[in-house]
């Protein structure tokens, strides 16, 4: 329990964090980011870990010379991509035998289907489009590994998604990071971030709930 409260002030608090960190472990800092990343995009049992508020905390830092841009980029970019390689890896070799279990402990298997089924509407794209919707994002280069993708294509999809997915954020937080009203209001902006980042899986998922009430 304590262990999740935690997690859930990490995220709402992450700016403070983050600045908490680069004071105790100063260069390290990069190394904690870069695993973050990873885990986030890397690890199918970690999809709670930030991803899109994370990068545009670091944006926002790098605005103000607290971190370096060039370099934070570079490793965060270098992170998202791995990330989604070995996830691509575990769900090729391990990911079948998932699928047949009902109860899967650390694992909600609703988050397999949901993603399956969005995976089966866009194909290769998910890739690129899941980098922006949390969860989802952790699940499908998962998927993608079960469903045995051809690893080149796959790999062409993850570096261009990776590459928008932490550019993107990164920019957006060094632009828009320092402005008063976001700095004074950052609590507020990383509820907006996430709110925004889920809005669309929230939409699949009713989407497929109603269709499934329409089959009955």
Not at 36 to 56: N, Q
Not at 149 to 173: A, D, P, R, T
């Amino acid at each position: 329990m304590n262990s999740i409260l935690f997690l859930i002030d990490f995220i709402i608090h992450l700016d403070k964090h983050i600045n908490t960190i680069i004071v105790n472990y100063g260069t390290f800092t990069y190394l904690i980011l870069f695993l973050i990343v990873f885990c986030e995009t890397g690890l199918v049992v970690t999809p709670f870990l930030p991803g899109d508020s994370l990068l545009f905390i670091v944006g926002a830092l790098s605005a103000s010379n607290t971190l370096s841009l060039l370099p934070s980029a570079f490793l965060l970019v270098i992170a998202a991509i791995l990330g989604d390689s070995v996830n691509y890896y575990f769900g090729k070799l391990i990911g079948p035998k998932i699928f047949c279990k009902d109860n899967i402990r650390f694992l909600k298997k609703e988050y397999l289907i949901i993603t399956h089924k969005f995976y089966e509407k866009h194909g290769g794209k998910t890739i690129i489009f899941a980098r922006f919707m949390p969860i989802i994002r952790t699940f499908a280069p998962f998927v993608a590994g079960i469903g045995k993708m051809n690893y080149f294509h796959f790999l062409l999809y993850n570096i261009i998604g990776g590459f928008l997915w932490v550019i993107l954020f990164i920019i957006g937080g060094y632009f828009f990071g320092n402005i008063p009203i976001v700095k004074n209001n950052f609590t507020l902006v990383i509820f907006a971030i996430i709110f925004i980042s889920l809005l669309p899986g929230i939409i699949t998922f009713i989407k497929s709930k109603i269709i499934k009430n329409k089959e009955i």
